[in-house]
């Protein structure tokens, strides 16, 4: 019968924000798909991380996982010229920002805005981490 709805495991995560984008109980699908496009997959889904960071923001900010912040926004990073590390810098609370590994991933976003390119691999070469933790 195609009138069945499908269990909520059936669900992709962009179903899932679509249906509930404020509900913290969806955290956990959407920090694991975060991973995902990271480790596994090597996708991106700026919709799906904004909904995180929302989430974060407004109704869950002590569960707010910093290493997931920070793939978020390496994402982003490498997405650029598109605006999307902007945007999700906007829904990271300042006093995340001020922690180191965030410091150098605004450092390396200003550096490719202003096509500073030599700078943001000398950079980049003093943190290997942010790279190898992050494939493609």
């Known amino acids: 019968n195609q009138n069945q709805q499908p269990s909520a495991a059936a669900y992709t995560?962009?179903?899932l924000?679509?249906?509930?984008?404020?509900n913290p109980e969806?955290?956990?699908?959407i920090e694991n798909y975060v991973n995902e496009q990271v480790?596994?997959?090597?996708?991106?889904s700026l919709n799906a991380n904004l909904s995180?960071?929302?989430?974060?923001q407004q109704s869950e900010p002590e569960r707010m996982r910093t290493n997931i912040v920070a793939r978020i926004l390496i994402k982003a990073l490498m997405a650029m010229p598109a605006p999307d590390f902007s945007?999700?810098?906007f829904l990271i609370p300042e006093r995340v920002q001020m922690e180191e590994q965030f410091?150098?991933?605004i450092v390396l976003s200003h550096y490719l805005?202003?096509?500073?390119?030599?700078?943001?691999?000398?950079?980049?070469?003093?943190?290997?981490?942010?790279?190898?933790s992050n494939p493609g």
């Open 13 to 15: 995560v962009e179903q």
């Open 39 to 44: 480790v596994a997959s090597q996708t991106y």
């Open 87 to 89: 945007l999700c810098l």
């Open 103 to 105: 410091k150098t991933l």
């Open 17 to 22: 924000i679509a249906f509930n984008p404020y």
């Open 113 to 132: 805005e202003t096509a500073r390119f030599g700078q943001f691999w000398d950079e980049l070469a003093k943190n290997r981490n942010i790279a190898e």
């Open 52 to 56: 995180l960071l929302r989430l974060y």
């Open 26 to 29: 969806i955290l956990p699908d």
